[in-house]
């Protein structure tokens, strides 16, 4: 599906002047900065930040263009995947008239980034085994729905969500579709990112806060067609990802050897840890998952959840959430880390 995706966009944002620094318009390398106002000594660190990061993140899009085949001008990287989705809804969603779609239970920061941005968000929750229902997505959208959110693997659930359903709402929706494969790395599902080609409409996000082990970092990128990128570049601050970010991040893609083996060694604790909780009889269900996380059901969430706190392990209570009570969420730790959850839940 071929879309017009000029017309989704908010007005203000295709007549806004984006700021641009003295560095966006020069290419090169300049011998002498006196155009940012810097300190030209250096910094108290011992380090050189005393200079503004690239505006344009060159190195890093570049390094990341070459891992997923796919020119720089389809990337945008901000700081965090949080800021992303804020700005997704900005661009397309006019405030207190257009909507957005989630599907509940997910990541409840697109929600927050609509209300933020004054949009109502429409709730289409997912069926008991936590699939999306195509068609009844569909109906729930009108002309003033801009953006659709899936998250797939999704978070909490930990399943990914059906492909062939997934192309069909990006086919069938006159719109926005925000692909977040936050966890794509836990699992066997192939990333949206080669079929970018065939959907005009389509947002990829990906981050370096998983599996790559930078959350501290709070890199997140988008990949997309180059009309929406250039609109996600335009509206960011000038020099949204630090000096730090971006120097570890292209540091970090370097070493695939080492986030591969990472990778393998948490899909094996997955497998140990959910054998374990199946042996306690306070659990009733542990469900699949595609993650670097397990979602878990028990006899009495609360509780359990307060007995972790006492000994000092913090997991994430599901409860409050739809389809989800008396649900926890746990991460997959180190070896040591989840040996001794087990050893407290043989307590409990």
Not at 151 to 160: E, G, I, K, L, V
Not at 176 to 193: G, H, L, R, T
Not at 208 to 228: F, M, P, Q
Not at 299 to 307: F, N, Q, S, V, W
Request: net charge negative; with cysteine; hydrophobic share 40%.
């Amino acid at each position: 599906m071929n879309i017009n995706i000029e017309n989704l966009v908010r007005e203000n944002i295709r007549q806004l002047k984006p700021y641009f620094s003295a560095r966006q318009e020069f290419s090169g390398d300049a011998d002498i900065l006196l155009d940012a106002n810097e300190n030209p000594f250096g910094s108290p660190l011992n380090v050189n930040y005393n200079r503004y990061p690239d505006p344009n993140q060159t190195e890093l899009k570049k390094m990341l263009s070459e891992i997923n085949h796919i020119s720089p001008d389809h990337i945008a990287v901000e700081n965090g995947s949080d800021m992303l989705i804020d700005h997704i809804c900005r661009i397309f969603c006019i405030p207190g008239k257009d909507n957005i779609i989630v599907l509940p239970p997910t990541f409840t920061m697109y929600e927050v980034a609509a209300y933020t941005n004054g949009n109502e968000v429409r709730e289409v929750p997912l069926d008991q085994d936590f699939k999306m229902n195509t068609q009844k997505i569909l109906s729930v959208a009108d002309e003033n729905t801009k953006v659709i959110f899936l998250c797939s693997p999704n978070n909490p659930t930990a399943n990914n969500m059906n492909r062939d359903e997934m192309e069909k709402l990006i086919n069938q929706f006159n719109g926005i579709v925000v692909v977040d494969e936050a966890y794509n790395s836990f699992s066997n599902q192939k990333s949206f990112i080669p079929d970018l080609p065939k959907f005009n409409n389509l947002i990829v996000l990906q981050t370096l806060s998983k599996a790559w082990g930078l959350a501290g970092l709070r890199v997140g990128i988008a990949y997309t067609s180059t009309l929406i990128a250039g609109y996600l570049n335009k509206v960011k601050t000038p020099y949204n990802l630090n000096v730090a970010s971006q120097q570890f991040a292209i540091e970090a893609l370097a070493q695939t050897d080492k986030v591969n083996a990472w990778i393998s060694e948490t899909k094996e604790q997955r497998n140990i840890l959910s054998e374990a909780l199946k042996s306690f009889d306070f659990v009733e269900t542990v469900f699949p998952s595609e993650t670097n996380f397990i979602l878990v059901k028990v006899k009495d969430a609360d509780r359990l959840y307060h007995y972790l706190i006492s000994k000092k392990i913090i997991v994430r209570n599901q409860s409050h959430k739809v389809l989800l009570a008396n649900c926890l969420r746990i991460s997959i730790g180190t070896p040591d880390e989840n040996k001794q959850l087990i050893d407290v839940l043989k307590k409990f």
